[in-house]
């Protein structure tokens, strides 16, 4: 069946525009996840929508990064007037609605910011 | 604060068995042993997860110590596209927000 899928897989903007990623989880999983990953760098959790809860914004490295997840399935992760420290690439992945499920990711956007 | 401790990095050959180690002192009673692994510009990929008894899947094995301060995942017979780096990751079930250290990067040589 189909995985996560992720758009763009490569974005390269200029200091200061702002960028939208976007996330298409595998169908009926209700948790969804946003990472980063920074060059030789393990991963940052962002992000994290489960159901219809409030979703745990606590990895949020700055106001600017913001995320929503529309009708409980695609989510958008928003970077307004994105700095070049925001390069790295960023992950989405997605759970059944059960404890100790296991994660699935996607390929994840290359973001440069120049 | 570094849950788990792994090595940098280690080679394997191809065919033969691969035994990753991690160690995880400060483990608590409700939470998880989970193994991703990265293939090179691709997401993690899971391999297996565990709480105290041993458990193996058609990717690996995980052996976890009886004080459950270490484990190790085996490879059975590696093969050139098992090499990746391999994370080593203790967790609770719920909310499973995933926070992945240096791993272990591993090179099968043929």
């Known amino acids: 069946g189909a995985g996560v899928s992720q758009s763009p897989s490569n974005k390269v903007t200029e200091k200061g525009k702002d960028v939208e990623l976007r996330c298409d989880p595998i169908?009926?999983?209700?948790?969804l996840y946003w990472y980063r990953q920074s060059l030789g760098q393990g991963l940052e959790f962002l992000i994290y929508?489960?159901?219809?809860?409030?979703?745990?914004k606590s990895g949020l490295p700055s106001d600017r990064f913001s995320a929503e997840r529309t009708g409980g399935s695609v989510s958008t992760l928003t970077i307004q007037r994105t700095q070049q420290e925001d390069s790295a690439v960023y992950l989405c992945?997605?759970?059944?609605?059960?404890?100790?499920?296991?994660?699935?990711f996607g390929p994840g956007t290359r973001l440069l910011v120049l | 604060d570094a849950k788990t401790t792994q090595p940098p990095s280690m080679d394997c050959a191809e065919g033969r068995a691969a035994n990753l180690p991690c160690n995880h002192s400060?483990?608590?009673?409700?939470?998880?042993v989970y193994w991703y692994r990265q293939i090179h510009s691709q997401g993690p990929q899971y391999i297996i997860h565990g709480l105290k008894n041993n458990e193996t899947n058609e990717m690996a094995s995980l052996i976890i110590t009886e004080d459950r301060k270490s484990s190790t995942l085996i490879l059975p017979h590696a093969t050139l596209r098992d090499t990746a780096v391999y994370y080593c990751i203790v967790e609770q079930a719920a909310g499973n927000k995933l926070t992945f250290g240096g791993g272990t990067r591993v090179l099968v040589k043929p």
């Open positions: 992945a997605s759970s059944p609605d059960r404890a100790q499920e296991t994660q699935y």
């Open positions: 929508f489960q159901g219809n809860s409030a979703p745990d």
């Open positions: 169908s009926g999983h209700t948790a």
């Open positions: 400060t483990i608590s009673g409700n939470e998880y």
